[in-house]
């Protein structure tokens, strides 16, 4: 124990794994507009842990062909929580029918309707601390340790409602899961019957 020494293993937030992906793509001589590296992102929800595992293969392309977002569509497969920004950008769109078609989409993808939920929830509870802080999206982004790209979506997107609004469409959701895990009634209809609500 004399001899030991200790060793921090704090998970790097969000702006730190910019900053890496960043100097990947640098000490490649590979140029990647911000823009395409925000869509990067986004396209993988913002899940540090498949950011990383995907790199290599933009790396890889990146030697002999521009990167812009085509070639992240065809190279990288969408993770699900991506769709849950588009699913509250829709429903504060007042677009039930792009909604729904979203749903259906992520049910045939095989997502469970609780995940569905439990993305919709967490998404939904950013945008109420973004609503809450008032901060711009560079504060925003330190405080709360996320991706600029992500707490600009935040900021834009909590701006389009009340705080009330918000706040209700949280607890819709929260009583939409405890529904989910505690009785047997169909899944897509008490998602309808948010979206009637919200919408």
Do not use: C, W
């Amino acid at each position: 124990m004399k001899t030991a020494e200790n060793v921090d293993f704090k998970p790097l937030d969000e702006r730190q794994i910019l900053q890496i992906v960043k100097k990947r793509f640098l000490v490649a001589d590979i140029s990647i507009e911000d823009a395409v590296l925000n869509y990067y992102f986004r396209r993988l929800a913002f899940n540090l842990r498949l950011i990383i595992n995907n790199l290599d293969k933009l790396l890889l392309y990146g030697q002999n062909h521009i990167i812009d977002k085509h070639v992240i569509d065809f190279l990288i497969a969408p993770e699900s929580t991506e769709s849950a920004f588009d699913l509250i950008e829709a429903i504060n769109q007042k677009k039930p029918g792009k909604v729904l078609k979203i749903y259906e989409e992520l049910i045939d993808r095989g997502e469970a309707p609780i995940r569905i939920n439990a993305l919709l929830l967490s998404q939904y509870r950013l945008l109420i601390q973004a609503k809450s802080l008032k901060l711009n999206d560079q504060n925003l982004s330190r405080l709360l340790h996320i991706h600029p790209y992500r707490a600009k979506l935040a900021n834009q997107l909590a701006s389009l409602k009340t705080f009330g609004e918000l706040s209700n469409s949280f607890l819709n959701l929260s009583d939409i899961e405890l529904k989910l895990k505690s009785t047997r009634l169909d899944p897509k209809m008490l998602f309808e019957i948010f979206l009637s609500k919200n919408t």
